[in-house]
């Protein structure tokens, strides 16, 4: 019968060398405190390494593509393409949830399908390809799994940093800064749904909505630069 692991390598279309390696980037710390009989470690020092690998082949990638783009757009573009969303994502595409070792109550509780426990988790697995396979196969890896997403980024520039022009504009043009906050919180923990006002001069210019609150607030930036010369 086929293992878990290998339908895994089936779908990343990698071989792992070290199979532990694939294994522990699936251990949340949670799974540990209700097996001590565990001989891996949790999850958390792949995902620190692969944070990092991650970060160095992204900006690679878009330095080289993008070479008339400033520093500051490359920066928005990385950001946008490894924050906790992008990469819960690209984890849910390929099932990452369904191999997560979890405890009960964080199972019980939807985390399969937590964004941030998602994001972990993809980063831990580039951590894990970079340790057994090398630069190479995790820059084909994130080739074919995150940097698809690139295109939707740019065509509906969601790396616009809009809190940022926003402040810029309220600034220069009313000498104000902006001030946002939230006004509802709706759905479960693990799919939490926020909305946040921005409020310039004291009155609340518009709304936004998203799954971080920082995410609402660009949102709501966002609304307000589109509603500004209507507003003025």
Excluded at 149 to 167: A, V
Excluded at 171 to 198: M, N, S, W
Excluded at 208 to 224: D, I
């Amino acid at each position: 019968m086929e293992s878990n692991l290998e339908k895994l390598e089936k779908t990343l279309r990698l071989k792992f060398n070290d199979k532990n390696l694939l294994r522990t980037a699936f251990i949340h710390r949670s799974y540990l405190n209700e097996h001590p009989e565990e001989r891996l470690t949790n999850n958390e020092r792949l995902e620190f390494l692969g944070d990092a690998v991650l970060g160095l082949v992204v900006s690679e990638t878009l330095y080289g593509r993008y070479p008339e783009s400033p520093e500051g757009d490359l920066t928005n573009l990385r950001s946008s393409l490894v924050n906790a969303k992008t990469l819960s994502t690209a984890a849910a595409s390929l099932g990452l949830g369904g191999y997560l070792h979890l405890s009960k109550g964080e199972e019980a509780t939807g985390g399969r399908t937590r964004q941030y426990i998602l994001a972990n988790t993809f980063e831990a697995l580039v951590g894990a390809i970079f340790l057994d396979q090398g630069l190479p196969a995790v820059k084909k890896f994130l080739d074919s799994h995150l940097l698809l997403y690139l295109q939707e980024i740019i065509e509906k520039k969601l790396y616009k940093d809009f809190k940022s022009i926003l402040q810029e504009k309220a600034q220069e043009e009313l000498g104000v800064t902006p001030i946002y906050k939230i006004i509802e919180e709706k759905g479960p923990d693990h799919a939490k749904i926020f909305r946040t006002a921005v409020l310039v001069d004291k009155k609340r210019f518009a709304d936004g909505e998203g799954s971080s609150k920082q995410e609402a607030e660009q949102q709501a930036a966002k609304a307000a630069l589109e509603n500004w010369p209507e507003r003025m």
